[in-house]
């Protein structure tokens, strides 16, 4: 969400007359978009804006700014913090960008845009097409409350963007050659659920995603994230039906253990999510599932670990984005007794990661001499003439290829494994 929130406030700049640049210290203006999930971002984020702050001293038309959750979460605390700080806006506000801008121009100092201060549009979306896979913002904001989690105070109750909104935006973005999009929100299988009635037995998701798929010129179709009490069988039934949508589910679990995903307000069980999980390999027994961890949520206890370990082991995750828990002022699990210590929570981290290094290898050599189909994103860093793309599993793929393939879908054949990627040969480069 951040990633495609920088974009968006990229097209408003541009618009209201802004240039960018690569350069941080050639700019007049450093934004920092910001993450408060866990407490470790946000203090890295202090710490640049301390240091970018220095820059204020010396110049004096440098402008600094802090835009996402962590302006709603800590408010007008930022600039006592940070006493050079420009403006802090809210995620709510970040379509005001350019007006913030204009005002600070105007002499105006220490603006702060917290959510709700301004209105937001349904259509308020990217002109700028980046790249041929785009995300589109189908809702923001969580009514979930899951104990741990700052999110619903950062980005608000939930709202959804109408259905036809979406799909003027996907078409819009697949008329320009955009290939993929990633239909995003907090929770996305949720999408609509209190507004748009089911269509024979169809949720709004499953009706938005027959919508997008029959859009001409994209080719696939993903989601991030779903819930994993969103799963009916109409969403399981649409890997069967709609070929665009990829063979790729990210499935955030959090915990093995009933008892702490009641404590983490999580309303499934482990063998409900585990049925689920069944159902879709049925379906597609290639599938690829991801998912999200916590380890040292408070109680966690030696018994509920060894069940989180075992869930891992029945799954064989393709790969898992495992975090250590962080206390989140004003969230209810904060407040809860039973804090697990630093040292057990590294210890259990590194037991999953190390899991993951052994499953996501295997699961990554399972494509091994496969011919896979890449949509080719961009050159890889450290070799301009080393393309990368994603698999329709996304698995994130290495070969030697002219930079005009970049956007195309292309033959690779795969030679090569390792935990996180693939290398492998083009086979075609007609694209
Ligand atoms: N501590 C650790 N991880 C967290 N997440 C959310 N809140 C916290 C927290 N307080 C993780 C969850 C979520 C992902 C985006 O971040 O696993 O799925
Ligand atoms: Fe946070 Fe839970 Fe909402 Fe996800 S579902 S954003 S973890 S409150």
């Known amino acids: 969400m951040n990633g495609h929130d920088t974009e968006l406030m990229e097209s408003v700049l541009v618009d209201s007359g802004f240039q960018q640049i690569d350069s941080e210290t050639a700019a007049d203006i450093v934004i920092l978009n910001t993450c408060s999930v866990r407490e470790q971002a946000e203090r890295k984020a202090i710490g640049r804006l301390h240091s970018l702050a220095r820059r204020k001293k010396i110049e004096k038309n440098?402008?600094?700014g802090v835009t996402g959750c962590m302006a709603q979460n800590l408010g007008r605390e930022?600039?006592?913090?940070?006493p050079d700080l420009d403006f802090a806006i809210s995620p709510g506000c970040i379509h005001a960008i350019g007006k913030v801008l204009r005002r600070l121009e105007n002499g105006e100092k220490q603006i702060f845009l917290s959510n709700g201060d301004t209105e937001t549009s349904d259509d308020f979306c990217r002109r700028k097409i980046t790249r041929a896979s785009a995300f589109v913002t189908i809702a923001n904001g969580c009514n979930m409350n899951c104990s741990y989690c700052i999110v619903p105070k950062t980005r608000g109750r939930e709202t959804c963007r109408p259905m036809e909104s979406i799909v003027r935006e996907v078409q819009f973005l697949a008329e320009r050659g955009v290939k993929e999009v990633t239909l995003g929100g907090q929770i996305v299988n949720f999408y609509g659920i209190r507004k748009i009635p089911f269509e024979n037995g169809k949720s709004p998701f499953v009706q938005l995603l027959e919508r997008v798929h029959a859009i001409n010129g994209l080719e696939r179709i993903r989601f991030l994230s779903p819930h994993p009490s969103g799963f009916r069988d109409d969403l399981i039934g649409c890997y069967a039906n709609l070929p665009k949508l990829c063979p790729h589910v990210?499935?955030?679990?959090?915990?093995?253990?009933?008892?702490i995903l009641r404590s983490m307000?999580?309303?499934?069980?482990?063998?409900?999510a585990l049925e689920v999980l069944h159902k879709l390999r049925q379906n597609l027994p290639e599938m690829a599932i991801s998912t999200d961890l916590i380890v040292g949520f408070p109680g966690e206890m030696e018994e509920d670990f060894r069940q989180t370990e075992q869930l891992f082991d029945k799954i064989d995750f393709d790969m898992a984005f495992i975090f250590k828990y962080s206390p989140r002022a004003g969230t209810p699990a904060a407040a809860m007794g039973n804090q697990v210590s630093q040292d057990v929570c590294e210890e259990r981290h590194q037991i999953l990661l190390k899991k993951l290094a052994i499953t996501s290898i295997r699961r990554n050599r399972l494509f091994l001499n496969s011919h896979q189909p890449v949509l080719v994103e961009e050159p890889s860093t450290r070799d301009h003439h080393i393309l990368w793309g994603y698999t329709p599993h996304h698995k994130k793929v290495f070969f030697l290829g002219p930079k005009e393939l970049i956007g195309k879908i292309v033959d690779v054949k795969i030679s090569h494994a390792s935990t996180c990627a693939l290398n492998g040969i083009l086979e075609d480069d007609k694209g």
């Not at 930022?78 to 940070?82: A, K, M, P």
């Not at 990210?250 to 008892?259: K, N």
């Not at 307000?265 to 409900?272: C, E, L, M, N, V």
């Open 62 to 64: 440098f402008s600094l």
């Open 250 to 259: 990210h499935f955030p679990i959090q915990s093995g253990s009933d008892r």
């Open 265 to 272: 307000r999580r309303p499934y069980t482990r063998q409900t």
């Open 78 to 82: 930022l600039f006592r913090l940070i």
